[in-house]
């Protein structure tokens, strides 16, 4: 499982990288997709269902199935949200993407952004807002729920411009 391409595949994507996806997965857990597969029963066969996801990604046959929704409560109250449950072997194909777009865009990302990176959390932001009020009187405050509703996106566009590898555009 150690190639990067095989002869017949158009795109370059490691079976290892697939498999140390695989191994994320398995680590933060989750519940089944609409195939109802659970990590328990995708790791019954690891091999062979982490082959079929390389196979399917490298062949750029790979389609992502639809998501479950499931209706969350909100954390204070006021109703609930819809999230969207991928399946175990998409979480996998995403995070073989995930993985191969954050070598190329963490280097340019500012050094106090903080949301959804790597080895950074909540409490290092809150961390350097402390620090920064020692070195600073003023203060900018943005209320931005929702906004992610409204702003205009064409994120393959975005993606395409950081990264040149045409199957994580796909």
Known sequence: MNGLKAPDKPF?????????AGEKVKANKGTA???????????????GNLYKIWNRMSSGTYL?????????????????????????A????????????????EPI????SYGYRPRRSALDAVETCRQRCWEFDWVVEFDI???????????????QA??????VAL
């Open 90 to 105: 998409d979480r996998i194909a995403q995070t073989v993407v995930a993985g191969a777009l954050e070598q190329r865009v």
């Open 145 to 159: 729920q929702k906004f992610f509703d409204s702003v205009p996106w064409d994120l393959v566009k975005a993606v």
């Open 12 to 20: 370059e994507i490691s079976k290892r990288a697939v498999q140390v």
């Open 33 to 47: 997709g609409v195939d109802g597969v659970s990590i328990e029963e995708f790791e019954k066969d690891p091999k």
């Open 162 to 167: 950081h990264c040149d590898l045409p199957w």
């Open 109 to 112: 990302f500012h050094p106090d």
């Open 64 to 88: 992502p199935p639809p998501v479950q929704a499931v209706e969350i409560p909100k954390a204070h109250g006021g109703g609930t949200r819809i999230l969207g449950v991928p399946t175990v």
